[in-house]
């Protein structure tokens, strides 16, 4: 039995602790309110001055809503007088290039993070050059790569297989017998699509869904998945032109994918990958996220709620301290601040902003987001 002073010196000590938890998250609220931009104004600035200082420009975005395309409507004029040439984005090589070339009236309706209006605005910057880059797989409708493939080769009987399966759609369902067959294919007249070659589009894209139709592979789903994003994205960075060796690239992912360092799921890689391969190239990054705090937003038919707060602490956190509609923080001179504190002091709140202050250098917030207009 704890005699009444030990009692007394314990709750001191439990009082004392709480104390400066709560001192230390008020610091950093301060520290918040200081380092944050209205982005309408000098937010934009903000980030415009860091993209000019890196080569790489990291944006990782929400899906299905109307205000990251406008940044990016409002953004690109600048940065592409500041050498951004390219976006590599989380569309396939081959909707890359049916958004970005192919005219409306024969452009199929594409499931795609990209709509048209923002391919033909990328392109209007680079002239004859296409921008665009895809550096994902093609998981929408992988049926439509196979009849390209198809048409080039017209008496393949496999190829002639793989489009009758399709014939109503695609459903992952297939993809394991759809695969099988892919890799069957030998000899077959081939094209390169925004880079890369059409057929191995679909046996990568089949790869992947393939494995995401069994329960059991998919984290190797994940990784695989990933893996075609890196070696995509160096793939067309090793074919930019010598006499533009220079050229910077902004990539526009969800936010789960630019993470700088492994995130919680441990397959999200591709931030990482490019901040690595920046330092080996003698170059710096820049990744910025964004998160919604109300408002719905909508892709493919479908609408949700857009409001995350409740997804995590810093962002119900950073949502409270925000001052304008939408807010840019700067998160690194949080880093410091941080780190300071002992682990076993830490608040739940704290750990989280450890967390999303070494992944991302700067973090947007959006009081209210809205549907994306088709």
Known sequence: MLRPFALSF???????SQSQVQATEEAIQSDLRHQQYDLSTDGKKFLLKEASGASFFLLGELHGENEIPHLLRELLPEMSKEGYLYIAGELSPWAADELEFAPVQNQPKLPSLWT??????????????????GCDIEEGQPHLL????????PKNPVLAQMVEITKAGYERKMAPQLLHLALELRGVRDRTVNGTSLLQGIVSTLTVEADRSDPNAKLKASIERESVMKDLFLRHYEQVPSAEASAKVMLRFGRNHLHRGYDERGVSTLGNFV???????HKSVFNVAA??????ASLNGETWDADERSDDLVFAFLSSV????ATVFDLR????TLHRIPQDRRSAVEQRLIYWADSYDA???YKQVTPLIP
């Not at 196979?146 to 080769?153: S, V, Y």
């Not at 901040?275 to 190239?281: D, G, H, L, M």
């Not at 998160?291 to 719905?296: L, P, Q, V, Y």
């Open 275 to 281: 901040a690595e391969f920046a330092v080996a190239q």
């Open 146 to 153: 196979i009849r390209d493939l198809a048409d080039l080769n």
């Open 322 to 325: 925000a001052q304008f509609p």
């Open 291 to 296: 998160f919604g705090a109300g408002g719905k």
């Open 333 to 336: 001179p949080l880093r410091p």
């Open 363 to 365: 973090i947007i917030c």
């Open 116 to 133: 048209k209006g923002e391919a033909s605005f990328v392109h209007s910057f680079g002239r004859s050059r296409a921008v665009l880059w």
């Open 10 to 16: 314990l709750l001191f000590i439990a009082t004392f």
